[in-house]
């Protein structure tokens, strides 16, 4: 593994756990300026900017305090020197979605760029898969 990809692996991993940990601070970290994100719930047409992005986690923060898991289960990175993708499978749902959907899996695909010598996300993209029958996630 190359130093860029176990710098972005690191990353990631670190934001998952904040992500987890509801610490928003560390969310925010090593996100660009110009950060466009596109999520599972509403606004369809994206997040632009790291204002309207820190915006967003609140509201994740609340309904994960329900006792929801948000934990990454792969995590593949491909890094170049100056940009870098990564995609991920996270376990990310309360006990109850996940007992009734054990196989579901959040989807993860993030972009990103070095900024001087550190490394930033620029894209992040989430998804669920579409499950014919099943009532949309209330997960933000």
Known sequence: MSDNEEQIRTL????????HAGDLKG???NHADDIVMFDVPPPYEGVRGIDDYRETWP???EWQAQGAAFEITSLEVT???????AQALLRCGTPQELASQPANRLRLTLGLRKQGERWVVAHEH???PDIPGEDERQTG
Do not use: M
């Open 12 to 19: 990631i991993e670190q934001w998952a756990t904040a992500v």
């Open 126 to 128: 989430h998804s669920f």
């Open 27 to 29: 969310v925010l970290a």
């Open 79 to 85: 890094a170049g020197d100056d940009v870098a993708y």
């Open 59 to 61: 509201p994740f923060f």
